[in-house]
């Protein structure tokens, strides 16, 4: 497994270097004979240590977990306990993603500015801007939910394959997740 630390702020020793790669290799190894890659970012916040870490787990999905604590090893421990728990919710889904052949499907989504507000507008409202293209997967919808999940992500758009639309699942203020179909032009309650 191909590891990368990141220190910011703060100077990584060896020994929590090496601490770092061998929980996280028993962590991932836990769930797939071969993990890919992870990157980890521990970031110094004034008397705080933030974690984040990233790993690749299969085509298209990648986990991320945050940790936040004064000391950076309990900091790391909270974000790979975060990692354990998203992926066993979803290890059954992700082995079986990660051994067919089924092709993940992407489409490219266009940057736009929309700047053409009026000038009185543009006083209280800011310009809305897509900083970046954005690949959209095609993606069932409990898979959708799976990355929201997996990413830590509010919101997940995608393609479906049923109907070839582009859809939306959203983390909803009470808890539930939210979907929204073009099709059925209402708000669906997963």
């Known amino acids: 497994m191909k590891i990368q630390i990141t220190g910011k702020h703060t100077d990584i020793g060896e020994a929590f270097t090496q601490y770092i790669q061998e929980t996280l290799q028993t962590a ?13 970012i521990i970031e110094k916040k004034g008397h705080q240590f933030h974690t984040e ?8 999905f990648d986990v991320v977990a945050k940790g936040h604590d004064f000391d950076p ?6 974000a790979v306990s975060r990692i354990k728990t998203r992926l066993t919710r979803y290890k059954d889904r992700l082995k079986d993603r990660r051994h067919s052949a089924e092709n993940l499907k992407i489409e490219m989504a266009q940057k736009y500015v929309f700047d053409g507000l009026e000038k009185i507008e543009q006083e209280t409202h800011p310009t ?8 959209i997967p095609t993606f069932s919808v409990g898979d959708a939910v799976m990355q929201m999940d997996l990413k830590d992500l509010p919101v997940v758009l995608f393609k479906n394959p049923l109907n070839n639309q582009i859809n939306i699942v959203f983390r909803r203020q009470d808890g539930n997740i939210g979907w929204v179909d073009p099709n059925n032009l209402s708000e669906n309650t997963i």
């Open 28 to 40: 991932m190894q836990k769930y797939f004979a071969d993990p890919v890659d992870a990157h980890i």
């Open 128 to 135: 809305i801007i897509a900083e970046m293209k954005m690949e």
């Open 53 to 60: 870490i990233t790993s690749h787990v299969c085509h298209g």
């Open 73 to 78: 090893y309990t900091s790391f421990d909270m």
